[in-house]
């Protein structure tokens, strides 16, 4: 089993920023990628960005260029950097990994989910 704590999550001005962090523990693989998704009131969750254990990076279209997505191995921790925060990022944010080395943006193909952060972006 793999435990999965987000944390970062708050209320910040549109414009602003915001870092959100992951810390797994647990019975961890090697080789796992990280996704972050988010759900907002009355929709359904969705994929923002992912990485894979050796780097590789995939974005949603809405924050390509805004959000950045990192991990330290050695930690088992991830990292989501949101940058020029807008009213419609605000959401509930989710961490999530998966066995295989490559993210996806299919939620059901992850394993293990955190509880989720909330992030808030006034206007």
């Known amino acids: 089993q793999v435990q999965l704590v987000e944390s970062g999550g708050g209320l910040v001005q549109a414009g602003g920023s915001l870092r959100l962090s992951c810390a797994a523990s647990?019975?961890?693989?090697?080789?796992?990628?990280i996704g972050w998704f988010r759900q907002a009131p009355g929709k359904e969750r969705e994929f923002v960005a992912g990485?894979?254990?050796?780097?590789?990076?995939d974005y949603a279209d809405s924050t390509k260029g805004r959000f950045a997505i990192s991990r330290d191995n050695a930690k088992n921790t991830g990292y989501l950097q949101m940058n020029s925060l807008q009213p419609e990022d605000t959401a509930v944010y989710y961490c999530a990994t998966r066995g295989s080395r490559f993210p996806s943006p299919r939620a059901h193909e992850y394993d293990y989910w955190g509880q989720g952060t909330q992030v808030t972006v006034s206007s």
């Open positions: 990485i894979s254990w050796n780097g590789y990076r």
């Open positions: 647990g019975r961890i693989d090697s080789g796992y990628a």
